[in-house]
């Protein structure tokens, strides 16, 4: 379970996340509540529902705000929310939130990082973004940006009805990138280690490692950094390879899921294999090459034209396509020939 607080003038909120989606939001006490959560039973469970009971005590003033979110959505289905007691030590209140098993067992075991933009949530964005430093009056723009939002989606037979817009990043705005980067930056705090143990790029990972133990122990990790502020990560997606392996014994796992192993994959565009070899990339690099040429084949075959524009046309649609990354591989003569003769043929056309 994870849980955050924030301040908003003289009132409190506070946020507790449960599993992967089941999230329980308090909000308008100044005084922070005493918060005691009972979880569903086994008995519950086997009978096909779960349900989460919430205690809030000893807060002040009366008002306190509690609502309920289920994968990003505020849902009110299955929410009783009790009136407010006053005690000796100040008010108390009770809420319930009734699933089902299925629903339950979701959130709690499976995190997926596909669609990461669609997933992020809001409560999640504002408290990265104060414990990264930023200004409250900015926090309070972005707030603003995101309060009330609406969308449409455009398909062959014309538009749907406008609908709100309740959870992740706004897609195809300029800010959207620093946004996410600074969510996973506090996320990935206590997990992430320095190049090349750990790399990151947007929402991919690659997590480095020197024995299939540690790959299991540093996964896992990685799956609780996550799960427990809401993100879900994709086990169809999660792949590992074995570099130079002498012993083909053994498998990854993932919450007791083997994890898929591959000879070879694709990382910001370079192909990497487990046998250390470039074969394949300098393969793609060379029909990359081929394609830009042909792209712009009507100038360089044209006789017209100077033989000085159609090499400033080559260095700049051709050769940076066949290029692209090769400064990151360690290439053998037979791999620098294959590129040499590529070149060759395609300025004798």
Not at 138 to 153: A, G, K, W
Not at 168 to 197: I, Y
Request: glycine residues 8%.
């Amino acid at each position: 379970m994870q849980s955050g607080t924030s301040l908003y003038g003289n009132n409190v909120s506070l946020w507790l996340t449960f599993g992967g989606g089941t999230k329980l939001i308090i909000t308008g006490p100044t005084v922070k509540p005493s918060v005691s959560l009972l979880p569903p039973s086994s008995l519950q469970l086997s009978e096909g529902s779960a349900s989460l009971l919430c205690l809030l005590s000893a807060y002040s003033p009366q008002g306190a705000l509690v609502s309920w979110t289920v994968d990003g959505s505020v849902v009110k289905d299955g929410v009783v929310t009790s009136a407010e007691e006053q005690k000796k030590d100040g008010y108390t209140r009770s809420s319930t939130l009734t699933l089902s098993k299925a629903l339950w067992e979701q959130g709690e075991e499976f995190v997926y990082l596909e669609k990461v933009y669609d997933r992020v949530p809001r409560e999640e964005l504002w408290y990265c973004m104060r414990k990264s430093g930023v200004a409250e009056k900015y926090v309070r723009v972005v707030q603003d940006m995101y309060e009330r939002s609406r969308t449409v989606v455009r398909c062959a037979v014309g538009q749907t009805k406008e609908f709100k817009v309740e959870v992740g990043l706004h897609q195809g705005s300029a800010l959207s990138p620093f946004l996410f980067a600074m969510v996973m930056d506090q996320l990935s705090e206590e997990v992430r280690q320095e190049s090349p143990w750990t790399m990151m790029f947007a929402d991919d990972i690659v997590i480095c490692s020197e024995s299939r133990e540690q790959v299991d122990e540093n996964l896992e990790r990685w799956r609780f950094a996550l799960e427990r502020r809401g993100m879900k990560v994709s086990r169809s997606k999660t792949e590992y390879m074995c570099v130079n392996e002498r012993e083909g014994s053994g498998t990854v796992r993932l919450q007791g899921e083997e994890v898929k192993k591959v000879q070879e994959f694709k990382y910001l565009g370079l192909t990497v294999q487990s046998n250390g070899e470039c074969g394949k990339e300098v393969k793609k690099r060379v029909q990359a090459g081929w394609n830009g040429w042909r792209k712009v084949w009507g100038v360089l075959c044209e006789r017209k034209i100077s033989a000085r524009i159609k090499g400033k046309v080559y260095r700049t649609v051709v050769r940076p396509a066949m290029l692209y990354g090769l400064e990151a591989v360690s290439l053998r003569k037979r791999q620098e020939s294959e590129l040499e003769v590529a070149e060759l043929k395609m300025l004798r056309k």
